[in-house]
């Protein structure tokens, strides 16, 4: 035993302070890049690494419960609905109040040098054109020929040199609408390109409209004809909306619903709700929500928020904060409450871009129900008519952030909707242009314990090197303390071990 301090002590006593200064420099360092390295991936995908590793690989290397593998064959029914309802919301939708490529959003990139879309934005949009304005029959009309393959070329240039080739054979309405939304540089030029596809778009339509009924190729072809006829005339009545023809827009508007009522994939019906918002006419607001806001009909930041600003616009006017909390709320007040955590519950990002806590850019293309995105959509168009109502927004700030004590556990269990889709940030971080906009996540992510434990560890080790470096011999005789008292409980077991087996059986260990 005698041996074992005395080489103890010789081992100590022949560590230098230098060797004390590498030793917490090297640690220093280590942890300095393991924390750089868990910052930088938590900032890009939102997770720690090292949890993410330990979680898919030494979780069920220690025995832990492998989640691919089925633990239960009977899954509750409300589950597997629960698990439906989270895929729906995670879809992409496409934008109603999208921008004008030329006049808009082109633009904005002349002006300022920076991409509002990215590039799986306009991939998405690319899709949605070959799908909508392409049929198998194309190969049967040259001008529609050209223009299938226009529609899957990535070079806008190209693009717009196929519109103009196809236009050349005969008057087409899918070449105008190219035309219209990407080589027009204001709104005006817009309008002039979608009413001479209005004429195109009608003829096409009449003629497939008397033959659809002759076959599936017809019937593909009319189907096409119609998705042409009725986007055309829905960019129409939002380039009267931009040139303030308000009123026209609104009818325009109406009667593409009537004459078109099962074509709810366009969502007509918001863009609809926006124009009569400008026009204050908020007694056809209620009459378009009482049919859209509707238990069996899928929802949006729009419907849920435009439901909360009129019953808001009833009491926001005389609404104290501080009447309230002496008085109560009353059954007026309570209502617009309860809209606006319903509404915040759909869309917990969509205040901070009202109350202008956050800033706004170009909406994208498309949009996630419930994401970042389609909170920058509404708001984008929508705070004006937030602005117009008096003390709107002031009930928005005072109640919206009540709406996260109903919820705890937002991605668990919601209260009037289904949990809030984990995908969002994922799908968000695709569509926003992450370069000038930081992406909104809910529930907000606390940082990982390795990061906070990593950036302690590499302050704690930093200081230990500076202050090794300048106290040399006073930091040797606390180092030597410190791994003496490290030690003591081992020599205090190792004297207790020797005390009790016979020293012949100790020598013989103490040699092996």
């Given at each position: 035993?005698?041996g074992?301090?005395?080489?103890?002590?010789?081992?100590?006593?022949?560590?230098?302070?230098?060797?004390y200064?590498?030793?917490t420099?090297t640690?220093?360092?280590?942890?300095?890049?393991?924390?750089i390295?868990?910052?930088?991936?938590?900032?890009?995908y939102?997770?720690?690494?090292?949890?993410?590793?330990?979680?898919?690989h030494?979780?069920?290397?220690?025995?832990?419960?492998?989640?691919?593998?089925?633990?239960n064959s009977?899954?509750?029914?409300?589950d597997?609905?629960?698990?439906r309802?989270?895929?729906?919301e995670?879809?992409?939708w496409?934008?109603?109040?999208?921008?004008?490529?030329?006049?808009?959003?082109?633009r904005?990139?002349?002006?300022?040098?920076r991409?509002?879309?990215?590039?799986?934005?306009m991939?998405?949009?690319?899709?949605?054109?070959?799908t909508f304005?392409?049929?198998?029959?194309?190969?049967?009309r040259?001008?529609?020929?050209?223009?299938?393959?226009?529609?899957?070329e990535?070079?806008?240039?190209?693009?717009?040199?196929?519109?103009?080739?196809?236009?050349?054979?005969?008057?087409?309405?899918?070449?105008?609408i190219l035309?219209?939304?990407?080589e027009?540089?204001?709104?005006?030029?817009?309008?002039?390109?979608?009413?001479?596809?209005?004429?195109?778009?009608?003829?096409?339509y009449r003629r497939?409209?008397q033959l659809q009924?002759?076959?599936?190729?017809y019937?593909?072809?009319?189907?096409?004809?119609?998705?042409?006829?009725?986007y055309?005339?829905?960019r129409?009545?939002?380039?009267?909306?931009k040139?303030?023809r308000?009123?026209?827009?609104?009818?325009?508007?109406r009667?593409?619903?009537?004459e078109?009522p099962l074509?709810?994939?366009?969502?007509i019906?918001?863009?609809?709700?926006?124009?009569?918002l400008e026009?204050?006419?908020?007694?056809?607001?209620?009459a378009?929500?009482a049919k859209?806001?509707?238990?069996?009909?899928?929802?949006?930041?729009?419907i849920?928020?435009?439901?909360?600003l009129l019953k808001?616009r009833?009491?926001?006017?005389?609404?104290s904060?501080?009447a309230?909390?002496r008085?109560?709320?009353?059954?007026?007040?309570?209502?617009a409450?309860?809209?606006?955590?319903?509404?915040?519950?759909f869309?917990?990002?969509?205040p901070?871009?009202?109350l202008?806590?956050?800033?706004?850019?170009?909406p994208?293309e498309?949009?996630?129900?419930?994401?970042?995105?389609?909170?920058?959509?509404?708001?984008?168009f929508?705070?004006q008519?937030?602005k117009?109502?008096?003390?709107?927004?002031?009930?928005?700030?005072?109640?919206?952030e009540?709406?996260?004590?109903?919820i705890?556990?937002p991605?668990?269990?919601?209260?009037?909707?289904y949990?809030?889709?984990?995908?969002?940030?994922?799908a968000?971080?695709?569509?926003?242009?992450?370069?000038?906009?930081e992406?909104?996540?809910?529930p907000?992510?606390?940082?990982?314990?390795?990061?906070l434990?990593?950036?302690?560890l590499?302050?704690?080790?930093?200081m230990?090197?500076?202050?090794?470096?300048?106290?040399?011999?006073?930091?040797?005789?606390?180092a030597?303390?410190?791994l003496?008292?490290?030690?003591?409980?081992l020599?205090?077991?190792m004297e207790?071990?020797?005390s009790?087996?016979p020293?012949s059986?100790?020598?013989?260990?103490?040699?092996i």
């Open positions: 035993m005698f074992t301090e005395s080489s103890l002590s010789m081992f100590l006593n022949t560590l230098t302070p230098k060797f200064v590498a030793l420099g640690s220093s360092l280590i942890s300095g890049l393991i924390l390295f868990e910052w930088w991936y938590f900032r890009k939102g997770t720690s690494f090292i949890e993410q590793v330990s979680v898919s030494l979780r069920p290397l220690l025995g832990g419960v492998d989640n691919s593998s089925p633990t009977s899954t509750s029914n409300g597997a609905d629960s698990n309802q989270s895929v729906s995670c879809k992409v496409r934008n109603p109040l999208n921008l004008f490529r030329g006049a808009e959003y082109n904005y990139t002349w002006v300022t040098g991409e509002p879309l990215t590039y799986y934005d991939n998405l949009s690319a899709q949605d054109h070959q304005f392409t049929c198998d029959s194309d190969h049967l040259p001008a529609d020929a050209i223009m299938q393959k226009a529609w899957r990535r070079n806008p240039q190209a693009r717009i040199s196929a519109a103009h080739e196809a236009l050349e054979l005969e008057d087409c309405a899918t070449a105008y035309l219209a939304e990407e027009a540089t204001t709104i005006v030029e817009a309008e002039k390109l979608f009413k001479q596809a209005v004429k195109a778009g009608e003829g096409c497939s409209q009924h002759h076959g599936a190729q019937e593909a072809q009319h189907r096409r004809d119609t998705n042409v006829l009725v055309i005339k829905r129409l009545a939002m380039c009267s909306r040139l303030g308000t009123r026209e827009a609104v009818k325009m508007m009667d593409l619903m009537k078109f074509l709810s994939m366009f969502n019906h918001e863009n609809l709700l926006e124009s009569l026009l204050q006419n908020y007694a056809d607001v209620q378009v929500l859209y806001d509707d238990i069996s009909l899928p929802k949006s930041a729009t849920c928020y435009t439901a909360a808001a009833a009491v926001s006017d005389k609404f904060p501080e309230a909390s008085r109560g709320l009353s059954t007026a007040e309570m209502n409450v309860e809209a606006i955590h319903r509404a915040v519950e869309n917990p990002h969509v901070k871009y009202l202008e806590m956050k800033s706004l850019i170009l994208p498309h949009i996630l129900k419930r994401g970042d995105s389609e909170a920058i959509a509404y708001a984008f929508h705070l008519h937030w117009r109502v008096e003390g709107a927004l002031n009930l928005l700030h005072c109640t919206w009540g709406t996260f004590r109903m705890p556990y991605l668990e269990k919601g209260h009037l909707f949990p809030y889709p984990i995908c969002t940030e994922t968000d971080r695709e569509l926003l242009p992450t370069v000038f906009h992406v909104s996540v809910y907000k992510k606390e940082l990982p314990f390795f990061i434990f990593t950036a302690g590499c302050s704690f080790t930093a230990l090197a500076l202050l090794t470096h300048q106290f040399p011999e006073l930091m040797g005789v606390f030597k303390a410190f003496s008292t490290l030690f003591a409980p020599n205090f077991i207790k071990v020797e009790i087996l020293s059986l100790w020598h013989q260990l103490t040699r």
